[in-house]
């Protein structure tokens, strides 16, 4: 029987999995972030949702991580304020991944982008 930590490093040990766990470790971390502030403020869910004007129930879906829809940016915004914190989002570069792709793709559809927008339209006869 494996324990919890030899099932997790033989499950990130596939690059399906990896990726995956990659993509969603950073909802997870900021997750992490609004309980630890909560109890650090010694504050219920249900004075958080008070506070923000929810539901309890939907901020405990909110902090599962596990509701059928992310949270918006006010929703986060709005919780951040009730626990005396605000809310930062920031873009961070992926690692591995090369500058400028984004312009070189579109650099490839220049030319394509050039002819369509040059070409005349059809005269009636």
Not at 27 to 50: M, P, S
Not at 51 to 69: L, N, P
Request: a positive charge; glycine letters at 6%.
């Amino acid at each position: 029987m494996l324990t919890h930590k030899q099932l997790r490093a033989k499950a990130l040990g596939r690059a399906d999995v990896k990726t995956k766990f990659d993509e969603q470790s950073s909802e997870y971390a900021l997750l992490d972030e609004f309980l630890k502030a909560r109890a650090d403020q010694g504050l219920t869910q249900a004075q958080v949702a008070e506070r923000i004007g929810t539901t309890q129930s939907a901020v405990a879906r909110m902090e599962s991580g596990k509701g059928r829809h992310s949270p918006s940016l006010a929703t986060l915004t709005r919780y951040a304020e009730a626990l005396g914190c605000s809310l930062e989002v920031r873009l961070v570069r992926k690692r591995g991944k090369a500058a400028g792709v984004a312009d070189r793709s579109r650099a490839a559809r220049a030319p394509a982008l050039k002819r369509a927008s040059t070409a005349r339209p059809s005269q009636p006869r």
